[in-house]
């Protein structure tokens, strides 16, 4: 958990020193630039990173090696075409996106680092990760601290570097200490290999991406400003920080669900839901505390939006419901249910984006909070009725896995 809420903070630090830096003309074209970018690799994590989680701990050991340097040899390709069609973006699309260019020749070494970080977190080996992580997250302050007082001054090209130079350093370090299991090869057994689970996770990142952006383009275009401003900030203070963690928690989970599958280890499988359940519970838990906290949060920390406490309480349980999600998703990509985490996806995107415009059709941004947390709570419940469980092998369908692994004695319960 320590290595995600590291490397969600890089992310972080550089959105907050561009809003704090930047003139406002230089700010948007940074903030947009920056977001096509993490558009990008999100879909290169979605491909490698997510792949890896639910596929490397199934894999036979004699294996391994030759996948791990696939996937480094994908996520290679997959940064060269990204980065093209950023410098693209950049020279030819609006003002805004000019920033791409700083930003396009360092997207292969961030995929490049980010696919080494999920090979360790796949193995098991999350001191590794978050070793990397690390190295990235000094190397940005430190090119930072140069920009600021060696009289350089802050740029979109200098802030672009400054990321730029940290995940080179990150993935310097985990190909130091990750040995030549990490060299590149060629993709192509990667591909074959995961394309049924990459398909699918790539479609379901690219609508949990547009879900997030529908709900804030709707409520930019149909609340007054200042309110559309008050939910993000709310959302900033709860949400923001809970998926963070939520998403550390499920990269824990995912390796330890699908190695129990391909070692038809019923109970080992058990018991990664236990923990996940237990953790995500205690996580919900800490979530709710924020409510009775709100005034003196938002005081501290968005004193110009204290206005909009009523928000707190909604997006606090939308929080909360999201977290306790958590289990069935690991569940759902430990058994490689692809298919069946896409067709839930939908589902979730429709509910959430119908219930976010219904609320704000019906009472303003106050409604539309509420709308977001019983669209939560919803797809909890069709998570729970939907999910399998392990069980011992009798009658029904069987847990399948891609070769060479087999899941043998689990089978899925509905």
């Excluded at 490397?56 to 990204?82: K, Q």
């Excluded at 430990?334 to 019906?362: I, Y």
Aim: aromatic letters at 8%.
């Amino acid at each position: 958990m320590a290595d995600q809420i590291l490397s969600s903070g890089t992310n972080f630090l550089t959105a907050f020193v561009a809003s704090w830096a930047l003139a406002p003309a230089g700010f948007a074209t940074f903030v947009v630039s920056y977001a096509v970018v993490t558009v990008v690799l999100a879909l290169g994590r979605a491909v490698i990173g997510e792949v890896l989680l639910a596929y490397l701990p199934t894999v036979a050991r004699d294996d391994r090696a030759a996948i791990v340097r696939s996937s480094t040899g994908a996520a290679m390709v997959l940064g060269v075409v990204g980065s093209a069609v950023c410098l693209v973006g950049g020279a030819l699309g609006h003002d805004t996106l000019s920033g791409l260019v700083w930003l396009a020749p360092w997207v292969p070494i961030a995929l490049m680092q980010d696919a080494r970080r999920f090979v360790f977190l796949s193995q098991g080996r999350p001191g590794h990760a978050l070793a990397s992580d690390g190295a990235w997250a000094a190397a940005q302050v430190v090119v930072l601290g140069v920009l600021a007082l060696g009289g350089i001054g802050f740029s979109v090209a200098g802030l672009a570097t400054s990321w730029g130079v940290g995940a080179l350093t990150g993935l310097i370090v985990a190909a130091a200490i990750g040995g030549g299991s990490l060299r590149p090869c060629c993709p192509r057994a990667w591909a074959r290999r995961t394309r049924s689970l990459s398909a699918w996770f790539v479609l379901t990142s690219v609508l949990g991406q547009c879900e997030i952006y529908a709900v804030l383009v709707l409520a930019g275009t149909l609340l007054a400003p200042t309110d559309a401003a008050g939910l993000r900030a709310v959302q900033l203070l709860i949400f923001q920080p809970t998926a963070t963690v939520a998403a550390a928690l499920l990269v824990l989970v995912t390796p330890l669900v699908a190695g129990a599958v391909a070692r038809r280890d019923v109970e080992a499988a058990r018991h990664a839901r236990r923990f996940a359940v237990i953790a995500s519970v205690a996580l919900a838990a800490v979530v709710l505390m924020v409510i009775p906290l709100r005034d003196t949060l938002l005081d501290l920390l968005f004193p110009q939006y204290t206005g909009y406490a009523a928000l707190v309480v909604p997006i606090a349980l939308q929080s909360a419901f999201w977290v306790l999600g958590v289990p069935f998703h690991a569940q759902l990509r430990g058994f490689h249910r692809a298919r069946t985490l896409f067709g839930l996806q939908v589902l979730g995107s429709t509910v959430l984006v119908g219930a976010a415009t219904t609320g704000m059709g019906l009472g303003g941004v106050v409604a539309l909070a509420w709308g977001l947390a019983g669209a939560a709570l919803l797809v909890d419940l069709i998570l729970l009725c939907t999910t399998p469980a392990p069980r011992h092998a009798g009658h029904g369908n069987r847990a399948t896995v891609p070769a060479p692994a087999a899941a043998g004695d689990l089978e899925v319960a509905r």
